[in-house]
């Protein structure tokens, strides 16, 4: 199965207004509760698209018991620790005269050494059953930033590949412990790496530098331009159709299920890029943090390119 780890999830809720007014009342045309997080997201969409998932997490509070019941309700399987504070709240606001969206991201409750080594202990007994394993998103206060590379370590031990999808000191830290895979953004890769990435070669060279470190393959996802792949053999491009883009909130988590699914079939980086960049493309075609609907990744898998660059 695919194992997900989200330290830090939150409750997402969507308000769209039809033109925001900074400083006056404004009123709420449309509003949507939806579970988020990059590792939970991951877990919804492979649930989504059939095939088995656990989703390990720390939930805490009201808004941790809406995120069980909700995964509950889609038949997601979770490994959770309850902790003392509560689960965050994200926020978005959708202009609809402007088609502008504003995110509103608390950092999330503080978490202890104990409430950490209780989540460590829960996923030490999923991983033996476990094939691939996505950990990413933002660090609650009170983890270490070197807590990914550590799951990166022990799911090496038990066979296990990893991709890594997070920014900042996490994914610094993290780089180091040699994840199979990892998923930055175009500006998260120039952040990692101190320069800018103005052109393909530019993303491409980049990921080679990053191969370096002993990563296997390196995907810099570019938003509507598709996503580039490069392992030490190959560099494939994915290219999404064009569709008309409702919110980008998930798209990089579901393009992140498709690979680890891919991974997990071991269908090619071909392939996976294809049924990555379908389920993103789906989710961007979707309102506020809902995600991608399986009939739209269906109707979408023909239509991506794939093409290998070199």
């Avoid at 830090?8 to 207004?17: F, G, K, M, Q, S």
């Avoid at 309700?73 to 959708?94: H, L, M, P, W, Y």
Wanted: with cysteine; glycine share 10%; charged share 25%.
């Amino acid at each position: 199965m695919i194992l997900t780890v989200t330290l830090n999830p939150a409750v997402d809720e969507t308000l769209v207004v039809h033109q925001l007014q900074l400083g006056e009342t404004n009123r709420i045309k449309e509003t949507d509760l939806d579970p988020g997080g990059k590792g939970l997201n991951v877990a919804r969409v492979v649930k989504r698209l059939g095939r088995p998932v656990v989703g390990a997490m720390l939930l805490g509070g009201e808004t941790g018991h809406f995120i069980r019941n909700r995964l509950a309700r889609e038949g997601v399987d979770i490994a959770a620790v309850e902790i003392a504070g509560k689960t965050r709240v994200n926020i978005s606001v959708f202009d609809e005269s402007s088609g502008v969206q504003t995110n509103l991201n608390h950092e999330g409750p503080h978490v202890d050494a104990s409430e950490l080594h209780a989540f460590e202990s829960k996923l030490g007994e999923w991983l033996p059953e476990a094939v691939i394993m996505a950990v990413g998103g933002s660090l609650p206060p009170g983890a270490p930033t070197d807590i990914y590379a550590k799951m990166i370590e022990w799911a090496r031990a038990s066979d296990v590949r990893t991709i890594l999808d997070s920014s900042g000191d996490a994914l610094v830290e993290g780089i180091k412990a040699r994840p199979y895979m990892i998923k930055p953004n175009i500006h998260e890769a120039e952040n990692l790496l101190g320069r800018s990435l103005k052109t393909e070669e530019d993303i491409i060279n980049a990921a080679k530098s990053l191969l370096d470190g002993g990563i296997e393959v390196v995907v810099i996802s570019m938003g509507p331009r598709g996503s580039i792949a490069v392992t030490k053999d190959a560099v494939w491009k994915a290219i999404p159709p064009e569709v008309h883009a409702e919110s980008t909130i998930g798209a990089g988590d579901s393009l992140v299920a498709g690979l680890a699914i891919g991974i997990f079939e071991h269908s090619g980086l071909d392939e996976a890029l294809r049924l990555g960049t379908a389920a993103a493309t789906a989710t961007v075609m979707g309102h506020g943090t809902e995600l991608c609907r399986v009939e739209d990744v269906r109707a979408l898998l023909p239509q991506v390119r794939v093409e290998r660059v070199r």
